[in-house]
């Protein structure tokens, strides 16, 4: 719901697609510049701890937000800013709850269980627009931030109730830049990780900004406005939650890093068909679409680098993943917005999706190994 409200405040507030881009990448810019320490400061104290507090620092964030949309003090800068303030949170978070998801289930499931995960994450992206746009339309966006920041009570219920052994302290004499140096080692002399970090990287820049550019599309191609914007929002969180079950249910009765190679094809063709989209019915359910296979993308490359990185550089792996995939999102989404002005929202999408295509066809084809991973 507050990516919902966010996206419409900037779009009313600036009435630019550059500036609804800006908005959606100040976000992720911090997690650019912050992931790969929040990897590091992850694997060196206790994950579940920092989770508590980053969630805890979250719904602060929520309520400022809250309070300035209320109190009619909210400018496009002031938006900007507080979406910057949650990403810088988020880069600390995110490695943290993504590396500590094996602790809780082991490395047999743990492809299932980010599955599963993802499974709750995009429901919520089903419900959440669907809400948001009735709330916008009635209340109005501030109520969107409102009930966001309630729900983080709920959150915190939940995290404190989890109950694991004692965190074991880490002894090392490494200093937090060699801890950096080691990972990215890691990462650059392991060939597998290496092309699913760069295939991944690909696919943040010039295929994922076309969230972004989803009230764009609502207003100026489908011509649908706030609602149609919810409605196509949702149309992906229902692809992906069909794609979580999908996986979660596959086990390990097929070949993971086949299946995810035919999921980076699926999201690159996908997007170009809708790019090709110019009603509400169709887009949409291009859309159901494109949120399967962008689901299936995440989901398996995270589980894939997760079950090949050792335990000691889980966290830097992770926030590797983490820092491409939402770090590197800010620059798709800057691209995707300057040329949507100069040449329409959906010539930007289907041309970005078309250089992610390509990508795919020349990394597939250079590291066959990757298709028997499992």
């Excluded at 743990?110 to 995960?117: E, F, P, T």
């Excluded at 939940?158 to 060699?178: C, H, Y």
């Excluded at 929202?345 to 990757?370: E, H, K, M, Q």
């Amino acid at each position: 719901m507050q990516s919902v409200g966010e996206g419409w405040l900037a779009l009313q507030l600036s009435n630019s697609a550059l500036l609804v881009g800006v908005v959606a990448g100040a976000s992720a810019l911090p997690v650019l510049l912050l992931s790969l320490y929040g990897g590091l400061v992850a694997d060196r104290n206790d994950k579940l701890k920092l989770v508590r507090i980053a969630q805890s620092l979250l719904l602060v964030q929520a309520s400022l937000l809250w309070w300035f949309t209320a109190s009619h003090h909210l400018t496009i800068r002031w938006l900007i800013l507080l979406a910057t303030l949650n990403g810088t949170i988020s880069a600390f978070e995110i490695p943290a709850r993504q590396s500590f998801i094996v602790e809780l289930v082991g490395r047999e499931d743990l492809v299932d269980a980010i599955a599963l995960n993802s499974a709750g994450f995009n429901l919520a992206r089903v419900v959440g627009p669907s809400i948001a746009a009735i709330v916008i339309g009635t209340l109005g966006a501030k109520w969107c931030f409102a009930f966001n920041a309630m729900s983080y009570f709920a959150v915190l219920a939940g995290l404190f109730m989890i109950n694991v052994p004692a965190w074991q302290r880490i002894v090392t004499t490494a200093s937090p830049l060699e801890g950096m140096v080691e990972g990215f080692r890691y990462m650059r002399d392991t060939p597998l990780v290496n092309v699913i970090v760069r295939v991944v990287g690909v696919t943040a820049v010039f295929g994922m900004p076309f969230l972004a550019m989803m009230p764009v599309v609502a207003r100026n191609v489908v011509h649908a406005g706030a609602s149609g914007y919810g409605i196509l929002l949702a149309c992906v969180g229902i692809g992906a939650l069909i794609g979580a079950l999908s996986l979660a249910g596959l086990g390990q009765r097929v070949l993971r890093g086949k299946l995810y190679m035919v999921a980076a094809y699926g999201f690159a063709v996908g997007l170009i068909v809708f790019s090709l989209m110019h009603t509400l019915f169709s887009a949409a359910l291009m859309l159901v679409f494109v949120g399967f296979a962008m689901m299936l993308m995440g989901a398996l490359a995270n589980g894939l680098l997760q079950s090949i990185a050792p335990d000691e550089l889980r966290g830097r792996v992770i926030s590797a993943y983490i820092f491409v995939s939402v770090g590197l999102v800010p620059i798709g989404s800057f691209i995707s917005g300057a040329v949507a002005r100069v040449i329409g929202v959906d010539w930007a999408i289907g041309g970005c999706a078309l250089i992610v295509l390509g990508y795919n066809t020349w990394a597939f084809s250079r590291y066959p190994a990757l298709r028997t991973v499992n």
